[in-house]
């Protein structure tokens, strides 16, 4: 598929203007970098802060999951709309209220009284969180020639690790000596800098062939498809995946879905144009950022619990000793950018997966006393694995789409995110619960330790499967210790299951990176190339 589009109108300063701070590709980065810190800072931060927002505000654990499913909600269902706001009046535009409803978002829910403001305003963070996310890449596709491209998609890459491996040591920090409060007021200053460097350095491109009109129900079927497969695979674990809620809500996704995609082509400016998707690239950069981030957030899903639960580290040890896995993204992706422009992604992107399969495999051998070199090795490896995976697929999906879809693109890459993120924890942890099932009563039995009733069994699995150990109040140490060595065998067994399992997705995903290949599009964007 390629476009005819010779360059994106650009509505702001005159050219004079621009040869100074207003659209200069690589000061265009550093305001996007801002804006995205805090956002993806924000996502893992707030997971520390979540015990001390349950005691402090008396909230059960379905109120403090809401602080998280809230959000991710918001985010996932909004996503590609707010691509296409973008598209339609300007990327520069909906990234500035994004980074302004995200920053006020946050002080809203440091000065909340109630788990349920915090709640609330959790959900509108997402949906601000899913303007500024598509606006960020739809600015840079604009803003950077194709050549030059990868390696903004590389820096923009080095953010995100970089913010993400601050956010559990950050959010510790100032739990523990500050308020879960600060937590959130912190986006405040950061969005204040964002805003600001938004205002003078964001340049606004739109395509001249730019969308003209809304396709409101094709927003509303397709919010309605995502919402209702995201909140089936949140609630899977707790309802069960052959429980009728659950089946429900999934085939009321399938159903909204193919009506969607029904409705797509009958209206003259539908929210995604089906054709993009004939782009075999394009479609196969969608499906490898969904395995991808099955693998990837699924499985360290249960690294934060091998951790702080069968470790016993605290959360911001655990942080420090998730360095090498964020440390390889922040160092490989800028290298990642610049090998795809020299020989294409689709060399870096097999061979990211096949690192991040290896290092899938090698976390499967994991045990209770594995050392923190070994454990760092493994991390390592699938940071460096994950690099160009993430940059690579990102191009493929952007570049591959028309300059005047470059909004619904990122946020098409951005929903594969979280729609594969959200598929990775569902299944993995069915998985493990399934193993931890199948072994616990054995191992308890086979220790030695006196018999537990059904109901029993049942509570001390759940809290296994996080890697707890039913221990009771007042057991002798020697019981204790017994109780602990079963716990943590049985959970780091459904832990190895579990990783095989990503393994095998992240080799699958490796098999579809072979069908990727540079954007044909990308040389739309080449508007700013006197800048570089």
Same mark, same amino acid.
């Given at each position: *598929?390629?476009?005819?589009?010779?360059?994106?109108?650009?509505?702001?300063?005159?050219?004079?203007?621009?040869?100074?701070?207003?659209?200069?590709?690589?000061?265009?980065? !550093?305001?996007?970098?801002?804006?995205? *810190? *805090?956002?993806?800072?924000?996502?893992?931060?707030?997971?520390?802060?979540?015990?001390?927002?349950?005691?402090?505000?008396?909230?059960?654990?379905?109120?403090?999951?809401?602080?998280?499913?809230?959000?991710?909600?918001?985010? %996932?269902?909004?996503?590609?709309?707010?691509? &296409?706001?973008?598209?339609?009046?300007?990327?520069?535009?909906?990234?500035?209220?994004?980074?302004?409803?995200?920053?006020?978002?946050?002080?809203?829910?440091?000065?909340?009284?109630?788990?349920?403001?915090?709640?609330?305003?959790?959900?509108?963070?997402?949906?601000?969180?899913?303007?500024?996310?598509?606006?960020?890449?739809?600015?840079?596709?604009?803003? !950077?020639?194709?050549?030059?491209? =990868?390696?903004?998609?590389?820096?923009?890459? *080095?953010?995100?690790?970089?913010?993400? %491996?601050?956010?559990?040591?950050?959010?510790?920090?100032?739990?523990?000596?500050?308020?879960?409060?600060?937590?959130?007021?912190?986006?405040? /200053?950061?969005?204040?800098?964002?805003?600001?460097?938004?205002?003078?350095?964001?340049?606004?491109?739109?395509?001249? =062939?730019?969308?003209?009109?809304?396709?409101?129900?094709?927003?509303?079927?397709?919010?309605?498809?995502?919402?209702?497969?995201?909140?089936?695979?949140?609630?899977?674990?707790?309802?069960?995946?052959?429980?009728? &809620?659950?089946?429900?809500?999934?085939?009321?996704?399938?159903?909204?879905?193919?009506?969607? %995609?029904?409705?797509?082509?009958?209206?003259?400016?539908?929210?995604?144009?089906?054709?993009?998707?004939?782009?075999?690239?394009?479609?196969?950069?969608?499906?490898?950022?969904?395995?991808?981030?099955?693998?990837?957030?699924?499985?360290?899903?249960?690294?934060?619990?091998?951790?702080? =639960?069968?470790?016993?580290?605290?959360?911001?040890?655990?942080?420090?000793?998730?360095?090498?896995?964020?440390?390889?993204?922040?160092?490989?992706?800028?290298?990642?950018?610049?090998?795809?422009?020299?020989?294409?992604?689709?060399?870096?992107?097999?061979?990211?997966?096949?690192?991040?399969?290896?290092?899938?495999?090698?976390?499967?051998?994991?045990?209770?006393?594995?050392?923190?070199?070994?454990?760092?090795?493994?991390?390592?490896?699938?940071?460096?694995?994950?690099?160009?995976?993430?940059?690579? %697929?990102?191009?493929?999906?952007?570049?591959?789409?028309?300059?005047?879809?470059?909004?619904?693109?990122?946020?098409?890459?951005?929903?594969?995110?979280?729609?594969?993120?959200?598929?990775?924890?569902?299944?993995?942890?069915?998985?493990?619960?399934?193993?931890?099932?199948?072994? !616990?009563?054995?191992?308890?039995?086979?220790?030695?330790?006196?018999?537990?009733?059904?109901?029993?069994?049942?509570?001390?699995?759940?809290?296994?499967?996080?890697?707890?150990? /039913?221990?009771?109040?007042?057991?002798?140490?020697?019981?204790?210790?017994?109780?602990?060595?079963?716990?943590?065998?049985?959970?780091?067994?459904?832990?190895?299951?579990?990783?095989?399992?990503?393994?095998?997705?992240?080799?699958?995903?490796?098999?579809?990176?072979?069908?990727? &290949?540079?954007?044909?599009?990308?040389?739309?964007?080449?508007?700013?190339?006197?800048?570089?």
């Amino acid at each position: *598929m390629t476009s005819q589009i010779t360059l994106a109108k650009e509505t702001g300063p005159d050219p004079a203007a621009r040869a100074g701070l207003r659209g200069h590709p690589w000061l265009t980065l !550093f305001a996007v970098a801002v804006g995205v *810190m *805090m956002v993806t800072l924000d996502g893992t931060i707030v997971a520390v802060a979540n015990p001390a927002i349950q005691k402090d505000l008396g909230a059960s654990l379905a109120e403090v999951q809401w602080i998280t499913n809230g959000y991710l909600l918001a985010l %996932a269902v909004s996503l590609i709309t707010a691509g &296409k706001l973008g598209d339609r009046f300007g990327h520069r535009q909906t990234f500035l209220i994004g980074i302004a409803g995200f920053a006020l978002s946050s002080a809203a829910i440091g000065l909340s009284t109630g788990v349920g403001l915090v709640i609330g305003f959790r959900v509108a963070q997402g949906l601000f969180g899913a303007l500024l996310m598509p606006a960020a890449l739809g600015l840079l596709r604009a803003t !950077f020639p194709a050549e030059k491209l =990868n390696m903004a998609i590389g820096i923009w890459g *080095m953010v995100i690790g970089a913010s993400t %491996a601050a956010g559990p040591i950050v959010g510790g920090l100032l739990v523990e000596h500050v308020s879960w409060e600060s937590v959130f007021f912190v986006n405040v /200053p950061v969005g204040v800098i964002a805003l600001v460097l938004g205002l003078v350095i964001l340049l606004d491109h739109r395509a001249e =062939n730019a969308p003209r009109s809304f396709d409101l129900p094709g927003i509303v079927l397709l919010s309605a498809a995502m919402f209702s497969l995201i909140w089936a695979l949140i609630k899977a674990a707790e309802w069960g995946w052959g429980d009728t &809620k659950t089946l429900l809500f999934l085939g009321a996704s399938v159903l909204c879905f193919v009506l969607f %995609a029904v409705w797509e082509t009958q209206v003259s400016e539908p929210l995604i144009p089906l054709g993009m998707f004939r782009s075999l690239p394009l479609s196969a950069g969608t499906v490898l950022m969904v395995l991808m981030a099955f693998a990837f957030m699924g499985g360290l899903f249960f690294v934060t619990f091998y951790l702080q =639960n069968v470790h016993g580290m605290s959360p911001v040890d655990s942080g420090l000793h998730l360095l090498p896995l964020t440390g390889m993204m922040i160092v490989g992706s800028p290298l990642a950018g610049a090998a795809i422009t020299k020989v294409g992604p689709r060399i870096p992107l097999v061979a990211g997966m096949v690192a991040t399969a290896a290092a899938c495999f090698g976390m499967a051998r994991l045990t209770p006393g594995t050392g923190t070199l070994t454990m760092s090795l493994w991390f390592a490896l699938l940071g460096l694995g994950l690099a160009p995976v993430m940059v690579g %697929a990102t191009e493929v999906i952007v570049g591959n789409a028309p300059l005047e879809l470059s909004g619904v693109a990122g946020g098409l890459q951005q929903a594969a995110m979280q729609v594969g993120g959200s598929l990775g924890t569902a299944v993995l942890g069915a998985v493990m619960a399934a193993d931890v099932s199948d072994t !616990f009563g054995d191992n308890w039995q086979g220790a030695g330790l006196p018999p537990l009733t059904p109901e029993q069994l049942e509570l001390a699995e759940k809290g296994v499967q996080v890697g707890i150990a /039913p221990v009771p109040p007042g057991a002798p140490e020697q019981v204790a210790q017994t109780i602990a060595g079963v716990a943590h065998d049985t959970f780091v067994s459904g832990m190895s299951t579990a990783f095989t399992c990503a393994a095998v997705v992240a080799a699958l995903a490796a098999v579809v990176a072979c069908f990727t &290949k540079r954007g044909q599009n990308a040389e739309a964007g080449a508007g700013a190339a006197a800048h570089i």
